[in-house]
């Protein structure tokens, strides 16, 4: 036989040079001439991983052309060339880009392993024979059939050696149990050829995904018997020294056992991540319990097992039934012990789950439970860290029963300081959200406000525009207590942001803040007056003039500033009254609206001024009688307290009102004795010795608090003497 060199290439993706070559074999006759033939083609690539930008080109190429027989030394300049191409190639924008990749470890020798032991693809069937011996004998073959298959420019071969890995999925299969080291093996060469999409078929061909879900489960079993034997024996009270060797003989015997069984859980996992790419496979993987086996391999403290369960775990989650798997058994609780730790990438990785169970309520509320708020503060430090940490702490600062636990952790300190430390740069989302959720909170505002936080907040907010930041301060401005004063100095400020040329999001956040300011020393009427606001404040009651955000605003400012009674008066000969009835009729059916509006009149009927206005100019006392039982309990109350005051003041509206109050009352009554009258017919329908089934006219008349206008065809409401 000899060999013939074909084309040389560079690798697509990989520092490496591609040959390929034909062999062609020969079988001479007596005479020395060709009986048979046989030509088969091949290639082999030529990795050079110490390529950089300040390798000596040509050094390397003689040298390749020198180890490997493939290449005459004709072609020297064509691999000069080559080399040259890679050393100048630039990577693609994938590589170098996303998570880290999951490797398994290299498996540590053990014993019948002869790791130094030379392969050869001619031999595989003297090794597929050894499959046939005794334990020993299997661990050796296979063995040697992995370091085949861990090249994969063999696989592709074994693959059409059905003996051979007919041999293997037996081997395995029957004897996976009684050595863990052959176990190890036979699943590490399936893994090889897991780690191409290609050979997935191969794979699920032999059941390998299945064996291994078995061996797993046993493992994991094996792993709490091992413990609780180990446990008895730490328990026991080492009486003499025979006793206490024995304790530390165990000891190390566990820690022996341990290191092969998370060498076999190992790749045993990572075949099945590798399945896992087909859903069809992860959903029956899912349907083994696949998520309650890892969350127990979670308990381990072996960094690289936990950065393969975490990745896998990591896949599953973003499909809600594995999610929800995931909140049944005690995911956060183990995930929440490895956060700090040392390993970049196992920290990487459990943030980025963490952060897909954060999408479910339950499961934050765990997180918070476990004590992980602090835990993930202490992680803003950590440039790497920083970004998924905001994130997951956005997430439970959703949750209004967690924003004040976020007061008890050095958090927000550390997130304003983040603020300051942006300067005039964009602030990033995540950031700025998570402050804007806290500021909800009172005892997180006071905090915000510590020192110059509030100071420091108003001159980003006014000097950038900055419609987030101004967000911040309209939550903190809402609260009541010692951060409400401290609002006075900057009210013309944020007065000076509302007009007409401004950006609407903007002035929607100032006016908010504004309409906030329920301060009794502050003088509106100057504030109006100086900053001619109530052109603007008419000018948009308007329906359809601006968004309903900002209109709704506006009425929400009249309310705050009607307080004041020079201020009511102003707003009253403006005409803004009949402005705001109108903008009722147009809003009728949004229940905010409603009620603001209805507000505006209870602040205005405290005055007198506007009172009077209100009662004899408007039709405004008719349309609250006419919300006075709309279904909103906001609405009834704020209703009531209106027209209380005006009946009070006005002895026409208030007999009206008193009226309408007593016929709604008595509507109520008469419906529920009809609704009585309906369930004693129910329940004595097939009594034949009732004869008081119905009330008759007459005992109706008896019935107390009935009136007699219920036999009457006309209903005339009626006035308690």
Same mark, same amino acid.
């Given at each position: 036989?000899?060999?013939?060199?074909?084309?040389?290439?560079?690798?697509?993706?990989?520092?490496?040079?591609?040959?390929?070559?034909?062999?062609?074999?020969?079988?001479?006759?007596?005479?020395?001439?060709?009986?048979?033939?046989?030509?088969?083609?091949?290639?082999?690539?030529?990795?050079?991983?110490?390529?950089?930008?300040?390798?000596?080109?040509?050094?390397?190429?003689?040298?390749?052309?020198?180890?490997?027989?493939?290449?005459?030394?004709?072609?020297?300049?064509?691999?000069?060339?080559?080399?040259?191409?890679?050393?100048?190639?630039?990577?693609?924008?994938?590589?170098?880009?996303?998570?880290?990749?999951?490797?398994?470890?290299?498996?540590?020798?053990?014993?019948?392993?002869?790791?130094?032991?030379?392969?050869?693809?001619?031999?595989?069937?003297?090794?597929?024979?050894?499959?046939?011996?005794?334990?020993?004998?299997?661990?050796?073959?296979?063995?040697?059939?992995?370091?085949?298959?861990?090249?994969?420019?063999?696989?592709?071969?074994?693959?059409?050696?059905?003996?051979?890995?007919?041999?293997?999925?037996?081997?395995?299969?029957?004897?996976?149990?009684?050595?863990?080291?052959?176990?190890?093996?036979?699943?590490?060469?399936?893994?090889?050829?897991?780690?191409?999409?290609?050979?997935?078929?191969?794979?699920?061909?032999?059941?390998?995904?299945?064996?291994?879900?078995?061996?797993?489960?046993?493992?994991?079993?094996?792993?709490?018997?091992?413990?609780?034997?180990?446990?008895?024996?730490?328990?026991?009270?080492?009486?003499?020294?025979?006793?206490?060797?024995?304790?530390?003989?165990?000891?190390?015997?566990?820690?022996?056992?341990?290191?092969?069984? @998370?060498? +076999? /859980?190992?790749?045993? *996992?990572? =075949?099945? !991540? $590798?399945?896992?790419? %087909?859903?069809?496979?992860?959903? &029956? #993987?899912?349907?083994?319990?696949?998520?309650?086996?890892?969350?127990?391999?979670?308990?381990?403290?072996?960094?690289?097992?936990?950065?393969?369960?975490?990745?896998?775990?990591?896949?599953?989650?973003?499909?809600?039934?594995?999610?929800?798997?995931?909140?049944?058994?005690?995911?956060?609780?183990?995930?929440?012990?490895?956060?700090?730790?040392?390993? @970049?990438? +196992? /920290?990487?990785?459990? *943030?980025? =789950?963490? !952060? $897909?169970?954060?999408? %479910?309520?339950?499961?934050?509320? &765990? #997180?918070?439970?476990?004590?992980?708020?602090?835990?993930?503060?202490?992680?803003?430090?950590?440039?790497?860290?920083?970004?998924?940490?905001?994130?997951?702490?956005?997430?439970?600062?959703?949750?209004?029963?967690?924003?004040?636990?976020?007061?008890?952790?050095?958090?927000?300190?550390?997130?304003?300081?983040?603020?300051?430390?942006?300067?005039?740069?964009?602030?990033?989302?995540?950031?700025?959200?998570?402050?804007?959720?806290?500021?909800?909170?009172?005892?997180?505002?006071?905090?915000?406000?510590?020192?110059?936080?509030?100071?420091?907040?108003?001159?980003?907010?006014?000097?950038?525009?900055?419609?987030?930041?101004?967000?911040?301060?309209?939550?903190?401005?809402?609260?009541?207590?010692?951060?409400?004063?401290?609002?006075?100095?900057?009210?013309?400020?944020?007065?000076?942001?509302?007009?007409?040329?401004?950006?609407?999001?903007?002035?929607?956040?100032?006016?908010?803040?504004?309409?906030?300011?329920?301060?009794?020393?502050?003088?509106?009427?100057?504030?109006?007056?100086?900053?001619?606001?109530?052109?603007?404040?008419?000018?948009?009651?308007?329906?359809?003039?601006?968004?309903?955000?900002?209109?709704?605003?506006?009425?929400?400012?009249?309310?705050?500033?009607?307080?004041?009674?020079?201020?009511?008066?102003?707003?009253?000969?403006?005409?803004?009254?009949?402005?705001?009835?109108?903008?009722?009729?147009?809003?009728?059916?949004?229940?905010?609206?409603?009620?603001?509006?209805?507000?505006?009149?209870?602040?205005?009927?405290?005055?007198?001024?506007?009172?009077?206005?209100?009662?004899?100019?408007?039709?405004?006392?008719?349309?609250?009688?006419?919300?006075?039982?709309?279904?909103?309990?906001?609405?009834?109350?704020?209703?009531?307290?209106?027209?209380?005051?005006?009946?009070?003041?006005?002895?026409?509206?208030?007999?009206?009102?008193?009226?309408?109050?007593?016929?709604?009352?008595?509507?109520?009554?008469?419906?529920?004795?009809?609704?009585?009258?309906?369930?004693?017919?129910?329940?004595?329908?097939?009594?034949?010795?009732?004869?008081?089934?119905?009330?008759?006219?007459?005992?109706?008349?008896?019935?107390?608090?009935?009136?007699?206008?219920?036999?009457?065809?006309?209903?005339?409401?009626?006035?308690?003497?």
């Amino acid at each position: 036989s000899y060999l013939k060199a074909g084309s040389l290439d560079v690798h697509p993706t990989e520092k490496a040079l591609v040959v390929q070559y034909e062999v062609e074999a020969a079988v001479l006759g007596e005479t020395g001439d060709h009986m048979l033939g046989e030509r088969k083609e091949g290639q082999k690539i030529i990795r050079v991983k110490s390529l950089s930008p300040s390798t000596d080109v040509v050094a390397l190429a003689r040298k390749v052309v020198e180890e490997c027989k493939l290449i005459p030394p004709s072609r020297l300049p064509e691999v000069e060339q080559l080399l040259y191409y890679l050393q100048n190639r630039k990577p693609s924008p994938a590589q170098g880009k996303g998570e880290p990749l999951v490797k398994p470890r290299e498996l540590t020798p053990f014993e019948g392993m002869e790791l130094n032991a030379e392969a050869s693809i001619t031999g595989i069937d003297d090794y597929v024979e050894l499959l046939y011996e005794g334990i020993p004998e299997k661990i050796r073959g296979s063995a040697l059939i992995l370091q085949l298959a861990r090249n994969p420019d063999n696989l592709e071969e074994l693959l059409h050696n059905e003996t051979a890995l007919g041999a293997l999925a037996r081997v395995l299969r029957e004897d996976w149990k009684q050595s863990v080291e052959l176990a190890t093996i036979i699943i590490y060469i399936f893994f090889c050829f897991s780690s191409f999409s290609q050979f997935h078929g191969v794979v699920s061909h032999y059941k390998i995904g299945a064996l291994c879900m078995n061996v797993v489960e046993h493992e994991v079993k094996r792993h709490d018997v091992w413990r609780e034997e180990l446990h008895k024996k730490s328990k026991s009270e080492p009486e003499n020294g025979s006793l206490r060797r024995d304790q530390e003989k165990a000891l190390r015997k566990y820690h022996d056992l341990l290191a092969k069984q @998370e060498q +076999l /859980l190992r790749v045993s *996992l990572y =075949l099945l !991540l $590798n399945l896992a790419e %087909d859903t069809r496979t992860e959903l &029956k #993987m899912r349907n083994k319990n696949i998520v309650g086996l890892l969350v127990k391999v979670l308990e381990r403290d072996d960094e690289e097992l936990l950065v393969l369960v975490v990745s896998f775990l990591k896949k599953l989650s973003i499909f809600l039934e594995n999610k929800n798997d995931m909140a049944e058994v005690d995911t956060v609780e183990q995930l929440a012990r490895l956060i700090p730790c040392d390993h @970049e990438d +196992l /920290l990487n990785l459990t *943030l980025r =789950l963490l !952060l $897909n169970l954060s999408f %479910d309520s339950g499961l934050r509320a &765990k #997180m918070v439970e476990v004590g992980l708020l602090p835990k993930l503060t202490a992680l803003f430090g950590d440039e790497n860290s920083r970004h998924i940490a905001l994130c997951i702490l956005y997430h439970i600062s959703v949750d209004d029963r967690f924003k004040a636990i976020f007061a008890y952790t050095d958090c927000i300190p550390q997130l304003m300081q983040m603020l300051y430390g942006h300067g005039e740069e964009k602030i990033d989302d995540e950031l700025i959200s998570i402050c804007i959720n806290l500021a909800a909170n009172k005892r997180n505002a006071q905090l915000m406000c510590e020192g110059n936080g509030l100071k420091m907040l108003m001159k980003r907010a006014l000097k950038m525009k900055d419609c987030l930041m101004m967000k911040i301060i309209r939550n903190i401005s809402q609260h009541d207590g010692p951060t409400k004063p401290l609002f006075i100095d900057y009210v013309g400020d944020l007065a000076a942001q509302i007009s007409a040329e401004e950006e609407e999001e903007f002035v929607l956040e100032c006016l908010g803040t504004l309409a906030n300011l329920t301060i009794p020393d502050l003088d509106w009427e100057l504030v109006l007056k100086e900053y001619n606001l109530v052109p603007f404040l008419k000018d948009r009651l308007k329906p359809g003039s601006a968004e309903d955000d900002l209109i709704l605003e506006v009425v929400i400012m009249i309310g705050t500033v009607s307080m004041d009674d020079a201020c009511a008066i102003m707003l009253a000969k403006s005409g803004i009254i009949p402005a705001i009835i109108e903008l009722l009729n147009a809003q009728q059916e949004d229940d905010e609206f409603v009620c603001q509006i209805v507000y505006v009149f209870y602040q205005m009927v405290f005055h007198q001024a506007t009172r009077d206005v209100i009662i004899k100019d408007t039709q405004a006392p008719a349309y609250l009688i006419d919300l006075m039982h709309d279904k909103n309990t906001e609405i009834r109350k704020v209703c009531d307290n209106t027209l209380d005051i005006i009946a009070e003041y006005d002895e026409e509206w208030g007999k009206k009102i008193q009226s309408e109050k007593f016929r709604f009352h008595n509507n109520q009554w008469l419906e529920m004795v009809e609704s009585r009258q309906a369930d004693e017919a129910e329940q004595y329908l097939y009594d034949d010795n009732r004869t008081d089934l119905f009330y008759t006219s007459s005992r109706i008349l008896e019935l107390p608090y009935c009136f007699s206008s219920l036999l009457s065809s006309h209903w005339f409401p009626l006035i308690p003497l």
